[in-house]
């Protein structure tokens, strides 16, 4: 399981020209899930994401949370993170996990981060997405289990 981490001060995902989802001041999360990711993964990526510390304290150093500065999070699933491009020039997906799995473990997650008191808004799994986001810092950072 793979996630991507951007610190925004606005996101949103877009569908067939609608705005479904949009943030402010907050994560931006893409993530990717491979075959033989488990629930535990997922506890452990949820647990690491929400006491992660990327916001900047008082004395600008990065050691707030998203939940020390009541910040949002926007979930995307993302299949690509699962791309193996060590061969050739096309990336192989293999290693993602089937839709099916992959759905259930993207809504685990989402379900996880609400119980530690921070409700992500939601991409639509399976749908071409159009992600809008203003980067800041910039801050991106990738998190594995």
Request: proline share 4%; aromatic share 8%; hydrophobic share 45%.
């Amino acid at each position: 399981m793979k996630v991507l981490i951007q610190r925004v001060n606005y996101a949103s995902v877009k569908v067939a020209e609608k705005t479904i989802s949009k943030i402010d001041k907050g994560l931006l999360i893409f993530l990717g899930i491979n075959k033989g990711d488990s629930k535990e993964d997922v506890e452990y990526l949820v647990h690491r994401v929400v006491n992660f510390r990327i916001f900047e304290d008082r004395n600008d150093k990065m050691n707030l949370s998203v939940v020390d500065v009541n910040a949002e999070i926007l979930l995307v699933p993302q299949f690509t993170l699962s791309a193996n491009c060590n061969k050739g020039h096309r990336p192989s997906f293999d290693t993602a996990a089937p839709p099916d799995v992959a759905q259930k473990l993207y809504l685990l997650f989402a379900e996880k981060l609400e119980n530690m008191g921070v409700k992500p808004q939601l991409g639509k799994f399976g749908e071409l997405m159009e992600i809008n986001l203003v980067n800041y810092g910039p801050a991106t950072f990738i998190l594995e289990k």
